[in-house]
């Protein structure tokens, strides 16, 4: 009798590495030893109910904070604690609050994003030769090309201030593309829209993973987590509680109880005292 050796799925490369990253404020410990990984074309999801640390936990991967303990590793590289630095090796995000330029039109507010790809410095901007006008045609096909992939090319010489709201959402992630990342953080991107709109952002994030980019994304919204990731992480007063897939997650009474609000019996003796930090 033969038998016949079942081939084994490939693990996914690793792209971030976040090992037992804790972040303190003075006494207040708002992120306690979280461990997370994100591989090549992943969509990773992370939720929580207010206050778990979640947006404290994206400023701890882009440079914003200095974690407390624990190593931040991008392609198997430690990340520099600048946020220009961490852009520069690969990673861009968005904000639970949107940061345009409202001033600017559309078309400028991704120009500024593709800042850090360009080479040119500040003499060759003051003498404006051939190759800073190249560099800047370069800059703009580039813009004109996002635009074009999030559907707003027709608004590149609005104000962005008077774009309606989910568009704004989608000029801010349009800005973040054009440095050219390989991994993406969303930090609520659906927040305040409409099913349409919730929608589109969905199939929005779908095409962007098909470009080649990884996808972490803080949000709310359970169906779109659930309908968009691949594993999913809860995080509870701080710490990591469970991670992955659909059905894990959802059926996991620790979640559960964190969302109804019951007061939630910690795993470990490390939490002394309930976060109460509100993720900004």
Do not use: W
Request: proline share 5%.
């Amino acid at each position: 009798m033969t038998t016949t050796a079942v081939e084994q799925p490939q693990a996914v490369k690793p792209l971030l590495e976040v090992s037992n990253v804790t972040m303190r404020f003075g006494g207040l410990t708002a992120v306690n030893d979280v461990s997370l990984t994100v591989g090549e074309g992943e969509i990773i999801g992370l939720i929580g109910p207010n206050g778990a640390g979640k947006t404290t936990f994206f400023n701890c991967l882009t440079g914003l904070y200095v974690p407390t303990e624990g190593v931040v590793r991008y392609r198997d590289t430690v990340l520099p604690p600048k946020p220009h630095l961490v852009t520069q090796a690969g990673i861009a995000r968005t904000f639970q609050n949107i940061r345009l330029f409202a001033n600017m039109t559309v078309l400028e507010n991704v120009l500024v994003g593709r800042h850090s790809r360009t080479k040119e410095g500040i003499f060759s901007a003051i003498l404006r030769g051939p190759s800073y006008h190249r560099a800047e045609a370069e800059s703009r096909e580039k813009a004109m090309e996002l635009l074009a992939f999030t559907g707003l090319a027709d608004k590149a010489e609005h104000l962005a201030r008077n774009l309606p709201y989910g568009e704004q959402r989608k000029l801010e992630i349009a800005r973040a593309l054009a440095s050219d990342p390989g991994l993406l953080l969303l930090d609520e991107p659906t927040a305040g829209m409409n099913p349409q709109e919730t929608r589109a952002a969905e199939e929005l994030v779908f095409a962007i993973r098909d470009k080649g980019v990884s996808i972490l994304v803080i949000e709310h919204d359970m169906r779109f987590i659930f309908n968009l990731c691949d594993r999913t992480a809860v995080l509870v007063q701080g710490q990591k509680i469970v991670e992955g897939d659909r059905e894990t997650v959802q059926n996991d009474e620790r979640v559960i109880t964190a969302y109804l609000g019951a007061p939630l019996e910690s795993t470990t003796t490390a939490v002394a005292e309930t976060v109460t930090e509100t993720d900004q």
